[in-house]
């Protein structure tokens, strides 16, 4: 059984959302345990309505819950033992969850998930990854909005992470990993993304194929099975996709309604449309796995439907499934030492470790 925790009052929705997306990956994912934890006057009436999930499911009454607008810093000092968020991650730090899943306050997430779970050995930051549609298949992109700016030992532990989550969900034994840069000669783009670069050929891991530096427009061919970035960058990348999907679903609806022609022609190619449609849906590949902490934590898009939000389950139950936490424990040990002092980048290059 996958034991997954649920912050039911995350979103701009709250349990009418996320109690009607726990029904979807009930009918999908039979084997799939919930731990609740809510306003006990909000969740109730839902629960009722969806005995399925009650069935499945373990409730527990949370005094507060984090608003959309609440800053990290006042989530963490009001109250925070109580809220539904802080108990769905506490939940993880027990063992009585595999994963925790949340719609919620994105910096609230991430501050109460560093300060409970605490970070890996070695990792300073824990970055956030996104499962990417492209040309190929599906690709792994991290950092998309937990970390702004990174350094190049930062940069290199998100390729163990991505390359972890990689080969934890797509199977692969060494997955090929990519530097985001403006260009794919070594001599551009900024002084950690080329020195990260650099160090990343001289270690030769054995967990990745270094590809080398790609461009924003291999994320979508799928280029390699990881790309690496930070923050900043990943976070416009990330919606600058969202936004052109929904421009392009808009340009299409306008098209196919013009004329009776053009609504002749929809209907003899609506199942490579429906195909279409399918693949362009942003619900689809909806949730952030928060990478580098001592547990697994996905974050939902807070404005996303009952569909949206199971997929974002769905994503938490694949992560819980893979034990993806023990496989990135034992690549980070192999890299950096067991007490993390970075000892893959020492070897390689002492003065700049130093520095």
């Known amino acids: 059984m996958i034991r997954i925790a649920i912050d039911a009052m995350g979103g701009d929705h709250g349990p009418e959302v996320t109690i009607a997306g726990l029904q979807k990956v009930v009918e999908r994912r039979p084997d799939v345990r919930f731990l609740i934890f809510g306003r006990d006057e909000r969740v109730r009436p839902v ?24 800053k990290p810093s006042q989530a963490l000092r009001q109250g925070r033992w109580k809220s539904s968020m802080w108990k769905s991650i506490e ?41 990417w549609p492209t040309v190929r298949g599906e690709s792994v992109v991290l950092d998309v909005g937990a970390t702004i700016g990174a350094d190049a030992h ?13 080969r934890a969900i797509f199977a692969i034994e060494r997955p090929s990993v990519g ?8 001599i551009k783009g900024q002084e950690e993304v080329r020195e990260a670069g ?17 461009e924003g427009d291999d994320i979508g061919l799928g280029s390699v099975d990881v ?61 952030g796995v928060f990478l580098g902490l001592n547990g697994i934590v996905v974050k939902s898009h807070g404005g996303t439907d009952d569909e949206g939000f199971a997929a974002a389950v769905e994503l938490g139950y694949d992560m819980g499934r893979s034990r993806l936490i023990d496989g990135i424990r034992k690549e980070l040990e192999a890299f950096h030492g067991r007490d993390g002092k970075r000892r893959g980048t020492t070897d390689v290059d002492t003065a700049t470790d130093e520095e």
């Open 198 to 214: 650099r160090l990343l050929r001289v270690s030769n891991l054995k967990t990745m194929d270094y590809h080398g530096f790609v």
């Open 227 to 287: 790309v690496v970035t930070e923050g900043f960058a990943g976070n416009i990348a990330l919606k600058t996709a969202e936004g052109t999907a929904k421009q392009i679903g808009e340009y299409l609806r306008a098209a196919m309604s013009r004329t009776v022609m053009s609504k002749i022609g929809y209907v003899l190619a609506r199942d490579a449309f429906n195909r279409l449609r399918e693949k362009m849906d942003v619900r689809k590949i909806n949730g």
């Open 47 to 70: 629960l009722d309505k969806y005995p399925r999930v009650a069935e499945v499911s373990e409730f527990t009454h949370c005094e507060i819950s984090v608003r959309m607008d609440d």
């Open 91 to 131: 939940a993880v730090k027990t063992g009585d969850a595999d994963v925790c899943v949340s719609a919620g306050n994105t910096g609230a997430l991430m501050a109460m998930s560093k300060f409970c779970l605490r970070t890996m050995a070695s990792i300073e930051r824990p970055a956030i990854a996104a499962i």
């Open 179 to 186: 530097l985001l840069n403006v260009g794919v000669e070594e």
């Open 154 to 166: 930062q940069l290199i532990d998100f390729a163990i992470l991505g390359s972890a989550m990689a």
